[in-house]
């Protein structure tokens, strides 16, 4: 079965950084693009970036272009999310996704 767990939130003060990471199981991770996703009290979830199967083709959302870097290793069946220069406004459950699976979450919390 697949699965993807997220982990690395927390409460972090604005302008740190935070790195997440998601585990893939039960599938073939090299095989399919990963996807981060987030979402804010009372918003929709929302797309933040996406990399595909060999990790050349990446795209960021407007709102974290040039402060979030999406990585992956597929021998290690992980895909990262680095954040940097965190606003209050990057504050949400993250999630990753591939196709119609989904981790659990991870909440991060940027505050001062």
């Known amino acids: 079965q697949a699965q993807l767990v997220e982990s690395g939130g927390g409460v972090v003060r604005p302008g740190e950084s935070l790195k997440l990471s998601c585990a893939a199981s039960?599938?073939?991770?090299?095989?399919?693009?990963i996807n981060w996703y987030r979402q804010a009290p009372g918003q929709e979830r929302e797309w933040v970036a996406g990399?595909?199967?060999?990790?050349?083709?990446?795209k960021y959302a407007d709102s974290v272009k040039g402060r979030f870097t999406i990585s992956r290793d597929n021998y290690k069946k992980t895909v990262s999310l680095q954040m940097s220069s965190l606003k209050p406004d990057d504050t949400a459950v993250y999630y990753c996704?591939?196709?119609?699976?989904w981790g659990q979450g991870t909440q991060v919390t940027v505050s001062s």
């Open positions: 039960g599938f073939i991770l090299s095989l399919y693009a």
């Open positions: 990399i595909d199967s060999s990790g050349r083709i990446i």
């Open positions: 996704n591939t196709r119609d699976t």
